[in-house]
């Protein structure tokens, strides 16, 4: 049986059951595999289909669970592509698009199955209230899978005004019974901060709180799987030999996908380098430089909201994989709590410097390169991918390079259509329409029925209205 530890006492073992319903552990720390099983021969899973390699992969964590049968309803009927997760070479690169789910973004990778994984795991007395943090995909896709799920209930924070209109549209017209949505005076930090807060101090026996944000181990593990997809889709299409190394670039700003490639290159994916693609919330970009983390800086609100993140969560996990020293992390994870800023040794950053890449793109050159792809390759990305496509461009390496797409263009469709026209248009609703007739793309169906829905959430909460949020936790009322 896989066994999990916290990244802040690695003395503590507990199965995956118990690292799925808790979410976060009693010390604060997160949830990590004892031990990383390395897969013997890869070549093994080259022919499976996506929902057979999830049950592959993710069986390899969750050996004590029905993985079988939470795949098959997160991923049948679920997804508009029938490859899930399809690879589109353009101008020499790859782009994995991981945006044909029923939000339309990346994170419907995990969020389909997440749903099913918990209420396996949960007991039979005790309903399950998910309690999550977005900086915008994360909260819509969520929603989408807990939606009317029997047993669960899901508040989702926000940051108020720092989302994109298609987004906040999105989570604010949501359906179902047993959904909520807030949003935040503050930034998403702020948010994340009272999410991480409620779940370390919750103490009440009568519901099992967790998150659907990637602080949950079962958020994380399932997106291992389409890094090996996109790996042997190009092997299958003779674009790479067997073995060949690739490199990945991903738009990163909680750290997760990112470490879930991480994940995927100890479990002996050929992987070259993981390049973290920031935008000018470059504190990640400045950590792997120099050794020191400093969230003591402005927040930017960009183009790019998803990774408009300052505290990247996930790195912790990534820090404490490559030290196996929880008293280290501990002591890290105080100082950026208390002072925002933590700092590694030179031995530490080597060692994260063998593994990741990280650069940063400007909004103008962001901008810039939206409009190249779509005027000289017919091809249309998102803001976010935007960030790793310029990123891509930045460094010389002699592997092929896969970039992470992780939004349909359609949900930032304002400033899409602003980089391929230089036209402005205020209302995001109304551009997605502007920019499929300019386009002729279709927009996908689920943004394309926002206008016309209700907006069934308008709460906004300060940021440190903790007691509001612990009511609603409890019961379902502040």
């Not at 006492?9 to 552990?25: F, H, P, Q, Y």
């Not at 990945?248 to 993981?274: C, H, Q, R």
């Not at 992390?329 to 030179?346: G, N, V």
């Not at 901008?367 to 803001?383: A, G, V």
């Amino acid at each position: 049986m896989t066994l999990f530890t916290s990244t802040r006492n690695d003395s503590l073992r507990c199965n995956g059951k118990e690292a799925i319903l808790k979410g976060l552990s009693d010390d604060g720390g997160l949830f990590v595999p004892v031990d990383i099983k390395r897969i013997a021969d890869i070549y093994n899973y080259q022919h499976l289909s996506y929902t057979e390699l999830a049950c592959e992969i993710i069986s390899l964590f969750f050996d004590d669970i029905d993985i079988k049968d939470c795949v098959s309803k997160a991923y049948t009927g679920t997804f508009k592509d029938t490859e899930i997760t399809p690879v589109r070479k353009v101008n020499g690169r790859y782009f994995l698009e991981l945006y044909h789910g029923p939000t339309s973004a990346f994170k419907d990778l995990a969020l389909q199955f997440l749903p099913h994984i918990l209420i396996n795991c949960k007991e039979e007395d005790r309903d399950i209230v998910i309690l999550s943090a977005t900086s915008g995909d994360t909260g819509k896709a969520a929603l989408e899978g807990f939606k009317d799920v029997k047993g669960s209930r899901i508040i989702v924070l926000y940051p108020y005004k720092m989302v994109s209109l298609v987004q906040e549209r999105q989570m604010t017209t949501t359906g179902g019974d047993n959904t909520e949505v807030i949003a935040v005076r503050g930034n998403f930090d702020d948010c994340q901060r009272l999410v991480k807060d409620i779940l370390e101090n919750h103490k009440s026996g009568r519901i099992s709180l967790t998150s659907a944000n990637s602080i949950n181990i079962a958020r994380l593990i399932p997106q291992i799987v389409y890094y090996f997809k996109a790996y042997f889709d190009l092997l299958n299409k003779k674009e790479i030999e067997k073995d060949e190394k690739v490199d990945f670039i991903v738009p990163t700003g909680n750290f997760g996908d990112i470490l879930a490639g991480y994940l995927a290159k100890e479990m002996g994916l050929p992987v070259s380098k993981l390049v973290c693609a920031s935008n000018i919330n470059n504190v990640l970009t400045d950590f792997f430089a120099t050794g020191i983390y400093d969230a003591n800086r402005t927040l930017y609100s960009t183009m790019s909201p998803s990774i408009d993140i300052l505290v990247s969560s996930n790195l912790e996990r990534l820090l404490y994989l490559k030290t196996r020293d929880a008293a280290k992390i501990k002591e890290m994870m105080a100082s950026l709590k208390k002072e925002r800023r933590y700092q590694i040794d030179r031995k530490l950053l080597d060692s994260l410097n063998e593994d990741f890449l990280a650069y940063c793109s400007g909004e103008e050159e962001n901008r810039n390169i939206i409009k190249e792809y779509y005027e000289k390759h017919h091809y249309l990305f998102d803001t976010h991918t935007a960030a790793a496509a310029s990123v891509a461009d930045k460094y010389e390496g002699s592997h092929k390079k896969i970039i992470l797409a992780t939004a349909s263009p359609f949900k930032f469709s304002k400033d899409v259509y602003a980089c391929i026209s230089g036209k402005e248009i205020r209302d995001d609703l109304d551009a997605m329409s502007v920019l499929s007739e300019y386009t002729g793309l279709p927009v996908p169906y689920d943004l394309a029925a926002l206008k016309e829905k209700e907006v069934r959430f308008k709460e906004v909460i300060g940021k440190d209205d903790r007691d509001i949020l612990i009511r609603k936790v409890e019961d379902g009322n502040a």
